[in-house]
């Protein structure tokens, strides 16, 4: 049996700036999936649970895991890890965020084909237990060697790579996000895997774009129109189309209340170009049903002429994209024309070979054109 079983709390992460130099620390890639911990015991009477970060399984959703750890993993072990879809084209792999997610599906039916039409594959960074032993309080080194001992390099079962070298670290951090990656996780080597705390720490990639602000949600523990929730974030595309492209939020209590008033003069119920028979024409829209929500969220249109800076990590979704996550607000910029907010902005980076990545190679070859 294992000495560790479900649901346990996945060690956390702290972010910081800049890869540091002072020693004592394991690099490794930063994933973008979903958090994962594997319980792997081949004599059990469910060989394979995935629990997700939040505590919850996550065997419904990807069968086509639990049969790959089942098959290559013959020893009871805890894993800690990322899942992800790797999407292969004609320029290579990459990490496919889209896919990752359509993979949290309700009908089981669905979840069957998506299986085999895009399978995940688990990125182990961590073992919490082995065969009968708890390595939660064992130094970071020792868990990392066992770990690498498992031989864990199969489709859809692999080891990310790990450096002590704060150089080969800072390039990973510049050239694997081509790949889809999020930055670099850094891990004390003495550390010890603490459940819930926030003992490693991440850099990941920031940028900024100005944005056109074409809707609001108001805060929903107050009276509508009282304090805003959110800002609904346009681009224009190259066809001058505005298209949604992400919300900016966590605004203090003040500012809520302040942006409320400050915005009251720009809400219409007239021409928007997000209402009415233009909205059809392709473009991105906010408040709409998806896998995450089965209703329409309300919002409220403004008239697209304000703008305002936002910090973001990535997009995602294929031209017109969109923030991948919550975007922070940075400063209104006055200065600009809404119609100045373009997709052209955005910086993309070039692109990288994932085999590349999980083997730690920064080569120039595996840059690829796309």
């Known amino acids: 049996m294992l000495p560790l079983q479900p649901p346990v709390k996945p060690m ?6 800049g890869i540091s130099r002072q020693g004592g620390l394991l690099f490794e890639p930063k994933w973008d999936g979903f958090r994962c911990l594997v319980f792997a015991d081949p004599q059990a009477e469910e060989p394979v649970l995935l629990q997700s970060r939040t505590g919850r399984p996550l065997n419904r959703y990807f069968p086509e895991v639990l049969r790959t750890v089942a098959e290559h993993l013959d020893r009871p072990a805890v894993l800690d890890g990322e899942l992800v879809v790797i999407r292969r084209d004609d320029v290579g792999d990459r990490l496919d965020w889209d ?16 299986a085999e039409k895009t399978p995940a594959t688990f990125i182990a960074f961590d073992l ?12 970071q080194t020792e868990r990392r060697e066992l770990l ?4 864990l390099n199969h489709d859809g079962l692999r080891t990310t790579p790990v450096t002590d070298d704060p150089d080969t670290a800072a390039e990973w951090f510049r050239v694997f996000e081509g790949a889809g990656l999020d930055g670099v996780i850094a891990k004390p080597t003495d550390g010890q895997y603490v459940p819930g705390k926030r003992t490693m720490f991440k850099i990941k990639h920031s940028r900024t774009a100005d944005c056109v602000v074409a809707g609001l949600r108001w805060h929903a523990k107050t009276e509508p129109g009282t304090a805003v929730g959110s800002l609904q974030l346009g681009l224009y595309d190259d066809r001058g189309v505005l298209h949604h492209v992400g919300v900016v939020g966590a605004f203090p209590a003040a500012q809520r209340r302040a942006l409320a008033t400050e915005l009251a003069e720009l809400v219409t119920d007239g021409e928007h170009p997000w209402l009415g028979p233009d909205a059809a024409d392709g473009r991105r829209l906010p408040g709409s049903v998806n896998r995450w929500s089965s209703t329409e969220q309300p919002w409220v249109p403004l008239r697209p002429e304000r703008v305002v800076e936002v910090s973001y ?4 979704g294929a031209h017109p994209g969109r923030f991948r996550h919550t975007t922070q607000f940075v400063r209104w910029r006055p200065d600009r024309d809404a119609d100045s907010c373009r ?14 990545v999980l083997h730690g190679d920064v ?8």
């Open 343 to 356: 997709y052209d902005q955005l910086d993309e980076p070039t692109r990288y070979d994932l085999e590349a």
């Open 99 to 114: 896919a990752l997610g359509e993979r949290i599906h309700p009908a089981a039916s669905r979840v069957k084909v998506l």
């Open 12 to 17: 956390l992460a702290s972010p910081v700036e």
């Open 128 to 139: 919490l237990a082995l065969d009968d032993r708890d390595l939660t309080t064992a130094p």
């Open 363 to 370: 080569d120039q070859s595996a840059r690829v054109d796309g």
């Open 148 to 151: 690498a001992g498992l031989g």
């Open 313 to 316: 990590d990535h997009t995602e």
